[in-house]
């Protein structure tokens, strides 16, 4: 029998204003600010024409600093898969229950 993955994820679609095609341009930024799992994240999505689940995991890693965290969030825009709300916006809403 297979064994099932468990692990959550994240959708992360590419926002609006950034060019699809240009997002390998940001690689070297991703990589120098996020490491190896920013790069993984913005290859998953162009993989996907501009959205991706993600794995969750992935973003500890990757935002571990502000510099990661800005260079992500100008590049993405996270979102819970279930509520399809802000990933931030989930995570406060189950914290305050």
Known sequence: MAE???EANVTVRLRDEIDLAGLE???N???EKCGTCGVSIARQVSEGNGIAAVKLS???LAID???GMNV???LFEFED???RSP???RLLQVRRK
């Open 72 to 74: 992500l969030n100008s």
């Open 87 to 89: 990933l931030l916006f």
């Open 29 to 31: 930024k991703l990589s």
């Open 81 to 83: 898969p279930k509520s």
């Open 58 to 60: 992935l973003l500890p």
């Open 4 to 6: 099932k993955n468990n």
């Open 65 to 67: 600093t502000h510099d």
């Open 25 to 27: 341009s940001w690689h």
